[in-house]
């Protein structure tokens, strides 16, 4: 009887993982061909995430810059593609120290937003952290590169 409980249990967490990474997961996009059947996951070809920077006035009166559903699930050892949006005039940073990412986006200019595109790859499993270098404090997010192998490659 406990070790029935115990499997019961387990594949419960499995299950729930699951369900939690394919709930993070909803901006993560494959393009190209559908994603294959490969060692026991699916595996993506390209990701595509879009985050949006958005300027937000808080009660205290002093503009905060925010981004719009900052957390998002990859898989590791695919190249992902970032395209954010910056509608404020402020330059921002997408930083994620653990993986070797630290790129400037671009500000854009009043009612003419722009979006600064780039690659990487995340190389290792994991929940990392990112911020903007100019506003650690409250422009912060996520990325969870937990589903997939870590040798996986991008399959043409």
């Known amino acids: 009887m406990t070790r029935l409980y115990w499997i019961s249990a387990m594949v419960g967490v499995g ?3 699951f ?7 909803h901006e993560t996009v494959t393009t190209g061909a559908n994603p294959v059947w490969q060692n026991g996951g699916f595996v ?15 009660p ?4 905060d810059d925010d981004v719009l ?10 190249p ?3 395209h954010i949006t910056n509608y404020t005039t402020t330059v921002h940073t997408f930083t994620v120290p653990e993986l ?14 722009l979006t600064t595109a780039f690659t990487f790859t995340p190389n290792k499993r994991g929940v990392f952290a990112w911020h903007c270098v100019h506003c650690p404090g409250h422009m912060t997010g996520v990325v969870y590169a937990i589903v997939g192998q870590t040798g996986a490659r991008a399959v043409a």
């Open 80 to 82: 992902v593609t970032l």
């Open 15 to 17: 299950v729930a993982a």
């Open 100 to 113: 070797g990412v630290n790129v400037a986006i671009e500000p854009g200019a009043t009612g003419k937003p």
């Open 19 to 25: 369900a939690l990474a394919v709930a993070l997961g």
């Open 69 to 78: 559903e900052p957390n998002f699930a990859v898989q590791p050892g695919v």
């Open 60 to 63: 205290r009166g002093i503009v």
């Open 44 to 58: 993506a070809h390209t990701q595509q995430i879009e985050l949006t920077i958005l300027p937000v006035t808080p």
